[in-house]
């Protein structure tokens, strides 16, 4: 397994990179286009070339220069980085799939995004060339009666015509649309605010095994990582991207529905 796990060295340090260090994200695609690129490979580049197309404007300070000087010396063995190969060799015995920009064989779904809104990927599950058929529905957290019996039957009735349902796996609109949705065996992508291994809300965990049994959970966070205002807001414009089009029940104003 530890092999396993050195083969994916380029996706530890990429992820470092990125989540822990915070270069820039277009900077670290165009660096890791190359199959075989690690951070120890960083240390044969010419410096003032690295501060170029790993600093953006804003984040051009000292804090972020002297980062690019520790990358010469970088130590394997801190904290941080020990965690990301955890999570990468959990990633291998659980089957979870990890896409970033630089991966050439992933599922079609994703091909739609620009390698900068795919820029890590976890999914748990199986998404298939027959999911670029797909819809959303999403809405109210707490939806009347009304809205739950409508929104079943929508989804109920789009899982006949073979749609995949894409939404944030939330409770309300989102759950009930799923529940729909498996009544006819239709196939659905949860798109998590959290990580694959720790669902929101508590209560959808329940639906976890039937999802991964015809679909996938997917998300942009880190594994464990817990759901904050940032991360809603990614999830709904993810989700958004995915789908061919978003049928929204019960939303109002200051829902979640106007990051779309």
């Given at each position: 397994?530890?092999?396993e796990v050195n083969s994916?060295?380029n996706?530890?340090?990429y992820?470092?990179?990125?989540?822990?260090m915070k270069?820039?994200k277009?900077?670290?695609?165009?660096?890791f286009?190359?199959?075989?690129m690690?951070i120890?490979?960083?240390?044969?580049?010419?410096k003032e070339f690295?501060?170029?197309i790993?600093?953006?404007?804003?984040k051009?300070?000292?804090?972020y220069?002297?980062k690019?000087?520790k990358l010469?010396?970088?130590?394997p063995?801190e904290?941080e980085?020990?965690?990301?190969e955890k999570l990468?060799?959990y990633?291998?015995?659980k089957?979870?799939i990890?896409?970033?920009?630089f991966?050439?064989n992933i599922?079609?779904?994703l091909?739609?995004?620009?390698?900068?809104k795919r820029?890590l990927?976890f999914?748990k599950?199986?998404?298939?060339?027959k999911d670029?058929k797909?819809?959303?529905i999403?809405?109210s957290?707490?939806?009347?009666?009304?809205a739950?019996?409508?929104?079943?039957?929508?989804?109920?009735?789009?899982?006949k015509y073979k749609?995949?349902?894409?939404n944030?796996f939330?409770k309300?609109?989102d759950?009930e649309a799923?529940i729909?949705a498996?009544?006819?065996?239709g196939?659905y992508?949860?798109v998590?605010a959290?990580?694959?291994e720790?669902?929101?809300?508590?209560?959808?965990k329940?639906y976890?095994?039937s999802?991964?049994?015809n679909g996938?959970l997917?998300s942009?966070?880190?594994?464990?990582?817990?759901i904050n205002?940032f991360?809603?807001?990614?999830?709904?414009r993810?989700s958004?991207?995915?789908?061919?089009?978003?049928?929204f029940?019960?939303g109002?104003?200051?829902?979640g529905?106007?990051?779309?």
């Amino acid at each position: 397994m530890l092999e396993e796990v050195n083969s994916h060295r380029n996706i530890v340090d990429y992820i470092f990179l990125l989540r822990i260090m915070k270069f820039s994200k277009s900077g670290l695609i165009k660096l890791f286009q190359i199959p075989t690129m690690e951070i120890s490979r960083l240390k044969s580049l010419n410096k003032e070339f690295l501060t170029k197309i790993l600093l953006t404007k804003k984040k051009s300070n000292l804090e972020y220069f002297n980062k690019i000087s520790k990358l010469y010396d970088f130590n394997p063995n801190e904290e941080e980085y020990f965690k990301l190969e955890k999570l990468v060799k959990y990633c291998i015995q659980k089957n979870i799939i990890i896409v970033t920009p630089f991966d050439k064989n992933i599922p079609k779904l994703l091909q739609i995004l620009q390698p900068g809104k795919r820029d890590l990927v976890f999914i748990k599950g199986q998404i298939i060339d027959k999911d670029l058929k797909s819809y959303s529905i999403c809405g109210s957290r707490t939806p009347t009666k009304e809205a739950i019996a409508k929104t079943r039957q929508i989804a109920e009735l789009l899982a006949k015509y073979k749609f995949t349902l894409i939404n944030g796996f939330a409770k309300g609109i989102d759950i009930e649309a799923f529940i729909g949705a498996n009544a006819q065996n239709g196939r659905y992508i949860g798109v998590l605010a959290s990580g694959v291994e720790n669902v929101y809300p508590n209560e959808n965990k329940q639906y976890v095994h039937s999802v991964i049994k015809n679909g996938a959970l997917i998300s942009q966070n880190l594994l464990w990582n817990r759901i904050n205002k940032f991360a809603l807001q990614m999830r709904n414009r993810f989700s958004a991207q995915l789908s061919l089009g978003s049928i929204f029940i019960e939303g109002n104003y200051r829902s979640g529905t106007i990051c779309f």
